[in-house]
C-alpha cells in the first residue's frame, strides 16, 4: 500500500483526542474575558466566515484534476508537490483511465520555502509569546479574504488579560478590536472606591472626639452657657457623638472572605480589595490556560486540517488506490506500430465513498473536510478554554458573593433615632415638678448663645474640610471619570460577575448621608419635635459637586451675629456635608428599602447568600466546589474537576463516591431513568412515552407515545444578575407554590428543586431526588428507606 507523504505520525491520534472533547453550547471563555476586561472578544461561530473558499469550505480552496494513469506516478501527500499544501490521489470507478488529483492550498496560511509555519509557541511565559494580528488578501480565485477575526479571537484575550493583571485595560487594542474607555476595567478604581470610603470613616472618627469635647465642655460646672437650651443643645451633641460613634463600629466590621485579606481602614474597602486582587488572580488563572492552548497541538485550525487530511489520505490508499487492479495493455499497430493503454480494475473491497464526507469525486463532498475541521477545533477550545473558564466563573462569583456580605450586613445605621426636641419634652412630660420653659424662650437664647459654639465647628473643622474638599473631590471626580470605566460597563452586562458594584458604592456611600436623615435632621427646627435633627448633617456629598462644600460655609453672618432669624429658628449648623453617594449611580438621591441596592450588588452572581433547600438546609458554592449543609449537622461537598462527592456525617465520618458512570435506575413506577450525553436527565415510562429534562436550563421535553412533544419549563436559575434585584427573580418551578412541575404519564410530578435538583414524587408516595451537578439519583420508598 502506498505511503502518504510528509503525514503527522500523531495526526490519527490527535483527531482521536479531539473527538473525545465534548462540544459547549456556550463559550464561557469569551464571555468571562469580555465582562472582566471589556475586550470585545468576538463571537466564535463567526471567525471562520471570511477564511471559506466558495471554491473549496472552510480553510481550504481546491480544485480536482485528471491525470493520465500511465503518466503519471504520484503520492498523496502534505506539500509533496510544489504550488500546493496538500495533494490526494484517488481512482473513480465510472473512469477506468485516468487518476483523479485533488490539490488543496491552505487558506491564510503562513508559508516560507515550501514550509508552512503553524501558528503556536513552546515559550513557558506568557508575555514572551509572539502572535499573528492575522491579515487580509484575496486568494488566487480573486476571493477576498481575512484572518484578522481569527486572531482577535485566539490572541486578543490574552492581551486584555496580561493589561487586566498588570493593573487595567484602559487604551487595549488588538488586531483593531479595542476596549471602549466605557468598558475598560482599572484595578485602581477598586482602591480609589476604598479611599472614599475610608476618608468618611476618618471623617467620623474624627468628629467624634470634638463633639465629645463639646459635650463634656457644656457639662461643665463653670460653662459659659447654661440652662435648659444648653441642656437641650448637649443632647443633641450626645446623639450626633453616638451615632458617630456606631458609625465608626460599623466601618470596622471584619470581612466575610475569611481565607483572603485586604487592606484598607474598612470594611468596604478591604472587600474592594479583596474584589480586585480577585480578578488580577483570575486574570493570571486564564493566562495560564491560554498557554497551555497555544503550546498544544490544537492550537491553529490548519494544524487540525492538516491531520485530517492526512488521515483522510491514509483511508484512500487503503480502500480506493489499494483496492484496485492496475493494468497494462499492449496494442500492435501497423508495420510494427502500437501502443499501450492503463487502465484500473476495483477490486471487492474498492471504495470512493469515504463514511464522513460522501463520494470524493463530488467536490462539493469535500467542504465536510474544512467542517469537521472547524468542528474539532472548536471542541479543543471548549475543553482547554472554556471548561478552565467556567471554574474560575464560579469561583469569582463565590468570592463576590461573600464580599456582597460586607456590604449588606454593614449598613451604617444611628444608634438613637429619636429627635432632641423630642426627648427635651418627654423630659418634662416625666418632670414631677411638671411644667417648663416656653420653647421660644429657649430657642431664643440658644440664637443668643450659639455664635461661639458656631465659629469653634467652624475653626475645627478646617482641616477635615480642607481635607475633604479639596482631596476628596479629586478622588471622586476622578471615581466619576474612571469608575465609569469600570462600574459603568458591569451595570451594562447585567451577567456580569461584578454587575452592580455601582450600586453598592451607591448605597453605602448614600446610607452615610440619609442615615443620620432621623437624628440629625434640620437643626433649624429644633423646637418642632416631629421634625428630624440635622437632617443636612447627613448629606456626605454628592460625587459630582463638591464635597462638603457647605460645611466650609459654617462661620457665615457669625461675625455680626445670627442676625434677625424669625422666632424659634436657628442658624444652619450646616447647609450640607453634601453627599458622597451615587458616585456613578442615580443623582436624584430617591432610595426604597435602605438595603434595596445591596440586594442588587456585585455578589448578586449567585442570589442571596446561596439556595435553601426545602428541608432547611443550603446549598452553595465554595472555593469552586459545591457544599450542601443539612439540619442535621451533616454536609456534602461535590468536586466538579474529580466527580468525587464527599459526604460527612454529624459524627465527622467520611465517604465518598465517584459519580461517573452511566447507571440506569428503576423508579417504583417502572420508568427508568438515566444521563445521556449531554448531561440531560432522561427518563422513560412503561406506557411509552420519554422526558428528557436539561437540568441546566430547567426545561423538559416530554415526548408522548402518538410522538406528540411538549416543553415545559420546571424553572431555572437564570438571570440572577438582573438590576431588578430580589430573591423574587428566582424562579422555583413549584416549590414556591407558583406551579407544581410538570405531571408524568404514571400520575406523578417532576419539579426543579430550590437547590437546582430535579425533584420526582411518585403516585405510591416513594420520591426520587437527581443532582445535576453530581450525576446521582437518590429513590425513597415509601416506608422512608433510601438507595442511589
Known amino acids: 500500500m502506498a505511503e502518504v507523504g510528509n503525514a503527522d505520525p500523531n495526526s490519527r491520534d490527535n483527531i482521536n483526542t479531539l473527538n473525545g472533547y465534548e462540544a459547549e453550547t456556550e463559550d464561557a471563555w469569551a464571555t468571562l474575558v469580555r465582562h472582566i476586561t471589556g475586550y470585545p472578544v468576538p463571537d466564535r461561530k463567526t471567525i471562520f466566515e471570511k477564511l471559506t473558499s466558495t471554491s473549496g469550505g472552510p480553510l481550504f480552496r481546491m480544485d480536482i484534476r485528471e491525470r493520465d494513469l500511465k503518466s503519471v506516478v504520484s503520492e498523496s501527500g502534505f506539500l509533496v508537490n510544489e504550488g500546493q499544501d496538500y495533494d490526494i490521489f484517488f481512482l473513480n470507478r465510472n473512469k477506468k483511465s485516468v487518476l483523479m488529483q485533488a490539490r488543496i ?18 515559550s513557558e511565559d506568557v508575555d514572551s509569546v509572539n502572535v499573528r494580528e492575522g491579515n487580509e488578501f484575496k486568494d488566487y480565485n480573486k476571493q477576498e479574504m481575512s484572518t484578522i477575526p481569527l486572531a482577535q479571537y485566539m490572541n486578543g484575550p490574552r492581551a486584555a488579560l496580561m493589561a487586566l ?54 457639662a461643665r460646672e463653670d460653662a459659659s452657657w447654661k440652662g435648659e437650651a444648653a441642656d437641650v443643645f448637649r443632647n443633641l451633641l450626645k446623639k450626633v457623638r453616638e451615632n458617630y460613634d456606631g458609625y465608626v463600629e460599623t466601618f470596622a466590621a471584619s470581612s466575610q472572605a475569611d481565607d483572603a485579606t485586604g487592606s484598607g481602614g474598612t470594611v468596604y474597602s478591604r472587600a474592594l480589595s479583596i474584589g480586585s486582587q480577585s480578578l488580577k488572580g483570575s486574570a493570571t488563572t486564564l493566562l495560564g490556560k ?25 483511508w484512500v490508499n487503503q480502500h480506493n488506490i489499494g483496492e484496485s487492479n492496475i493494468e497494462a495493455y499492449t ?54 478554554l472554556v471548561r478552565p473558564a467556567v471554574a474560575e466563573t464560579s469561583k469569582l462569583n463565590n468570592r463576590f458573593l461573600d464580599l456582597t456580605k460586607d456590604f449588606t450586613e454593614n449598613v451604617p445605621k444611628p444608634k438613637t433615632t429619636s429627635t432632641a426636641g423630642e426627648d427635651y419634652a418627654n423630659d418634662k412630660l416625666n418632670d414631677p415638678t411638671g411644667g417648663g420653659p416656653n420653647i421660644d424662650d429657649w430657642l431664643d437664647k440658644l440664637n443668643e448663645n450659639n455664635n461661639d459654639f458656631l465659629n469653634d465647628l467652624n475653626k475645627n473643622n478646617n482641616d477635615i474640610l480642607d481635607d475633604l474638599n479639596n482631596k476628596n473631590n479629586d478622588i471622586l471626580d476622578d471615581l466619576n471619570s474612571k469608575n465609569n470605566d469600570f462600574l459603568d460597563d458591569l451595570n451594562k452586562n447585567s451577567n456580569n460577575i461584578l454587575d452592580d458594584l455601582n450600586q453598592n458604592n451607591k448605597t453605602v ?41 457647605s460645611l466650609g460655609n459654617l462661620g457665615d453672618n457669625l461675625n455680626g451675629g445670627p442676625g434677625a432669624f424669625p422666632p424659634g429658628v436657628i442658624p444652619p449648623v450646616t447647609q450640607s456635608l453634601g453627599n458622597f453617594g451615587p458616585l456613578n449611580g442615580n443623582q436624584d438621591g430617591t432610595r426604597g428599602n435602605p438595603t434595596e441596592e445591596f440586594t442588587r450588588s456585585l455578589g448578586n452572581l449567585l442570589g442571596n447568600g446561596g439556595l435553601n433547600t426545602p428541608t432547611g438546609g443550603s446549598t452553595r458554592l465554595r472555593d469552586g466546589a459545591i457544599t450542601t449543609d443539612f439540619p442535621n449537622g451533616g454536609r456534602s461537598t461535590f468536586d466538579p474537576e474529580t466527580g468525587d462527592l464527599t459526604t460527612v456525617s454529624p459524627d465527622g ?38 422526558q428528557v429534562i436539561d437540568p441546566r436550563t430547567g426545561q423538559a421535553v416530554t415526548t ?45 410530578r417532576t419539579s426543579l428543586g430550590l437547590d437546582g435538583d430535579l425533584n420526582s414524587v411518585f403516585p405510591d408516595g416513594s420520591r426520587s431526588s437527581f443532582d445535576p451537578d453530581t450525576g446521582q439519583l437518590t429513590i425513597t420508598d415509601p416506608d422512608g428507606s433510601t438507595r442511589t
Open 105 to 122: 492550498v491552505f487558506e491564510g496560511r503562513v508559508k516560507s520555502d515550501n514550509e508552512i509555519h503553524f501558528a503556536g509557541t513552546s
Open 165 to 218: 493583571r498588570d493593573g487595567g485595560t484602559e487604551g487595549v487594542k488588538f488586531a483593531g478590536l479595542q476596549v471602549d474607555d466605557t468598558n475598560a476595567v482599572v484595578l485602581k478604581s477598586f482602591a480609589d472606591t476604598g479611599e472614599s470610603f475610608d476618608r468618611a470613616a476618618q471623617f467620623f472618627k474624627n468628629k467624634a472626639v470634638v463633639l465629645k469635647d463639646w459635650e463634656d465642655r457644656f
Open 290 to 314: 491560554w498557554l497551555e492552548w497555544a503550546q498544544s497541538d490544537y492550537y491553529d485550525p490548519l494544524r487540525v486540517l492538516r491531520y485530517l487530511l492526512d488521515d483522510l489520505a491514509m
Open 331 to 384: 496494442h500492435t499497430g501497423y508495420q510494427g506500430a502500437g501502443y499501450t493503454s492503463v487502465t484500473h480494475s476495483p477490486k471487492g473491497g474498492f471504495s470512493q465513498e469515504h463514511p464522513i464526507y460522501g463520494d470524493l469525486s463530488d467536490i462539493a463532498n469535500w467542504k465536510k473536510v474544512g467542517d469537521r475541521a472547524v468542528e474539532l477545533w472548536n471542541q479543543g477550545v471548549d475543553e482547554m
Open 509 to 549: 456611600l448614600d446610607d452615610l448621608g440619609n442615615i443620620n436623615n432621623s437624628a440629625l435632621d434640620n437643626l433649624n427646627d429644633l423646637g418642632n419635635a416631629n421634625n428630624d435633627v440635622l437632617n443636612s448633617l447627613g448629606n456626605l456629598g454628592n460625587a459630582n459637586n463638591d464635597v462638603l462644600n
Open 653 to 690: 465520618s467520611t465517604v465518598t463516591r465517584n459519580l461517573s458512570g452511566g447507571a440506569k435506575i428503576t423508579n417504583p413506577d417502572g420508568s427508568v431513568t438515566s444521563l445521556d450525553r449531554d448531561g440531560n436527565l432522561t427518563t422513560t415510562f412503561p406506557d411509552g412515552s420519554k
Open 704 to 748: 408522548n407515545p402518538d410522538g406528540s412533544t411538549t416543553t415545559t419549563d420546571l424553572g431555572n436559575l437564570g438571570g440572577l444578575n438582573n438590576p431588578s434585584g430580589g430573591s423574587d427573580r428566582l424562579d422555583l418551578g413549584g416549590l414556591d407554590g407558583a406551579r407544581g412541575g410538570v405531571e408524568t404519564p404514571t400520575g406523578g
